[in-house]
């Protein structure tokens, strides 16, 4: 459910309206169901709120009303658009149980929410994100974010950190990984040899030392010529500047950005309703909306479900088949 504060409760509300989502999947929100009731009302929705446990059969789900997997960790008047470190310690919970249940096999896919990093962290978990609280919990060490949209993929090699951080964290070994990851992702979802494009860390890509302190030579290049040897479909580092256009045209399949606005400014200016959120390299499917908890616009019944019902289409492409 992501932070209820938020408009997490509203989007999953809206978004299980649609009766394709019931026959392409059993979809089970895991969080507080007098959040959902809450939301239902704020939408003027006339829906059943099924409360359940990890006892239940979680594919006995119809069309028309919604399972709830309640942890009742929250109060039925929680404020809405303001941080809360309440809020924040449910979001991780929620998560924590969703992660549990996904390695004990009883569910095939996470959805996420959006959840506040402030409330997350003023709940007591330090953690920069959903992403980073996936892989510690799964164990897992090499992991990246991905956006996807219609006309553009998007994966990145650092993401939650500050921009002078960022670079001190790049590396080819880094680099060279989420390649790798990228590659395998689109090569299990039946692209064949994916097209892949790097994004280089300067303007123009360093214009061959013109720019920067060789950062593009010392960290990027060796990461492409390994990959390059093992076959892979990649090129780069590019300008920025140009490869994400060209990658939107049809020129490459996915593209790698150095740092977090780098990726995710051209995938949003494509169109937040459109954007998914997958971490990629976990054990588990994950999928997230590719926005946030919209504190200005909670309890208002204007959120936008279309970001939310393209994460629930991807998570449902992505997971094993039953």
Known sequence: MGDAAGVGPEIIVKSLQYEQVYDQSHPIVIGDAKMLERAADVLKKDIV???????????????????????DLLPA?????????????????????????????????????????????KGGHNYPGHTEILAELTGTKE???????????????????????????????????VI????????????????????????HAGENGLFG????????????????????NVEGPLPADTLFFRAQRGDFDIVVAMYHDQGHGPIKVLGLEAGVNITVGLPIIR?????????????????????????LR?????APEK
Do not use: W
């Open 314 to 318: 991807q998570a449902i492409e992505l």
């Open 287 to 311: 999928t997230s909306v590719d926005h946030g908890t919209a504190f200005d616009i909670a309890g208002k019944g204007i959120v936008d479900e279309r970001s939310m019902l393209e994460a």
């Open 143 to 177: 992991f990246s974010m991905m956006l996807s949209s219609p006309k553009l993929k998007v994966i990145h090699v650092t993401t939650h950190v500050g921009l002078l951080d960022a670079i001190n964290m790049i590396n080819p070994e880094r680099v060279y990984n």
């Open 77 to 121: 008047d929680l404020p809405y658009g303001q941080v809360s470190a309440q809020a924040g310690d449910a979001a991780f919970q929620y998560l924590k149980t969703a992660i549990n249940l996904a390695n004990e096999g009883k569910i095939d896919a996470i959805c996420t929410a959006p959840l506040n990093k402030e409330a997350l962290h």
């Open 213 to 232: 302190y060789g950062e593009e030579e010392e960290k990027i290049i060796p990461a492409v010529e390994r990959a390059k040897a093992e076959g892979i």
């Open 49 to 71: 709120i099924k409360k359940i446990d990890g006892n239940a059969d979680f594919t006995d789900t119809k069309f028309g009303e919604i399972a709830c997997y309640d942890l």
């Open 180 to 203: 790798r990851l990228a590659h395998e992702t689109l090569s299990k979802s039946g692209v064949n040899q994916p097209k892949i494009g790097v994004c280089g860390i300067n303007p």
